[in-house]
């Protein structure tokens, strides 16, 4: 019988010890002891949108794309795409996306102003 009591007080002996390591305390009800005033966790329960990473997804590909243009030049960008748009389904895909667009001559007429 009284190592069954002895297991059951250094467990929790035990028990105490590593919540005190984590910083617990042992505290009445009701009381303004450490928990109190500890830092409170925020409970923000809310859904997760995925309209800025796509925003910033789309905007970083249009930039890139007026990088390419102002780089290699508007006779070569159109030269690549047209031969992306002769291939097959995937590639006419791609040639449809890399379509120098309004915003991308934009990007690229100011860069090859500053001289990028």
Do not use: C, W
């Amino acid at each position: 019988m009284s190592d069954v009591d002895a297991n059951d007080f250094y467990r929790r002996i035990a028990r105490i010890q590593r919540d005190h390591a984590r910083g617990y305390g042992m505290e009445a009800e009701g009381t303004l002891g450490r928990s109190y005033y500890g830092r409170r966790r925020r409970q923000r329960v809310q859904k997760r949108s995925l309209f800025a990473p796509a925003l910033m997804l789309v905007l970083s590909f249009t930039a890139l794309k007026g990088v390419l243009h102002a780089k290699i030049g508007d006779d070569v960008y159109a030269a690549r795409v047209e031969a992306l748009m002769a291939g097959q389904e995937f590639e006419r895909l791609g040639g449809y996306i890399m379509q120098a667009g309004p915003i991308t001559l934009a990007i690229s007429r100011e860069l090859r102003i500053l001289g990028v």
